[in-house]
């Protein structure tokens, strides 16, 4: 069983920068995905970013993601760690921040607890 474990959250003024992290406690096997996703109450939750082991980065299509979020991942061979850098935030960023752990593919799949954002105007 893997166990994410997330950091990084907090409130920040609008135009400021936050930086979420995500340790996985294990490794799978094989080409994984790690990404993050948001969700605000009453909402689906949405793809903010993902990332490949090779370094293959997809981005979310809502609040002009691309350009302000950048993706990264680290770690050893595995790279079972994955940051989320986000700059120039903004209100309708706010929401609960989710890590997700996957094999390309689909399953197996993790999630983190989630991390709160909340950026204030």
């Known amino acids: 069983q893997v166990q994410l474990v997330e950091s990084g959250g907090g409130l920040v003024r609008a135009g400021g920068s936050l930086t979420l992290s995500c340790a996985a406690s294990g490794t799978i096997v094989g080409i994984t995905v790690m990404g993050w996703y948001r969700q605000v109450p009453g909402e689906q939750r949405e793809l903010v970013a993902t990332?490949?082991?090779?370094?293959?980065?997809?981005?979310?299509?809502g609040g002009s993601i691309r350009g302000r979020f950048t993706i990264a991942r680290a770690g050893d061979n595995a790279k079972n760690t994955v940051y989320l850098q986000m700059n120039s935030l903004k209100p309708e960023d706010t929401a609960v921040y989710y890590c997700n752990y996957r094999r390309l593919g689909g399953a197996p799949s993790y999630w983190g607890q989630g991390t709160q954002v909340t950026v204030s105007s």
């Open positions: 990332i490949t082991t090779g370094g293959t980065t997809t981005y979310g299509n």
